[in-house]
């Protein structure tokens, strides 16, 4: 199983951004997906949350700007950031809770997609 995620890059404060993650690989059902970010010297920490039903979960700090969603056709996760700000500089990652059979599950990870808001 791999998580790509893609859509990072440079962008000015106020500007927007959107990433892309997609699963691929031996895939029976993907349950919860996340983004995740880590900004340098400080820990890794939530963004956003979607399961596959229920509420979905955002961090303080990003409610009202951004946005998660998933296709489910395409095993693919997105996050739509906007009113970016320089404090969500970091390395988004993407998460899976997923199962490769019936019985079989675990939590997967992206390797990362850098995201820079300059001032």
């Known amino acids: 199983v791999q998580l790509v995620e893609s859509g990072g890059g440079l962008v000015q404060a106020g500007g927007s951004l959107r990433l892309s993650c997609a699963a691929s690989?031996?895939?029976?059902?993907?349950?919860?997906m996340g983004w995740y970010r880590q900004a340098p010297g400080k820990q890794r920490e939530l963004v956003a949350n979607?399961?596959?039903?229920?509420?979905?979960k955002y961090s303080d700090s990003v409610k009202g700007r951004f946005t998660i969603s998933r296709d489910n056709a395409k095993n693919t996760l997105y996050l739509q950031m906007n009113s970016l700000k320089p404090e969500d500089t970091a390395v988004y990652y993407c998460?899976?809770?997923?199962?490769?059979?019936?019985?079989?599950?675990?939590?997967?990870w992206g390797q990362g997609t850098q995201v820079t808001v300059s001032s």
């Open positions: 690989g031996s895939i029976f059902r993907i349950d919860a």
């Open positions: 979607i399961p596959s039903g229920g509420s979905i």
């Open positions: 998460n899976a809770d997923l199962f490769t059979t019936w019985n079989n599950r675990g939590i997967y």
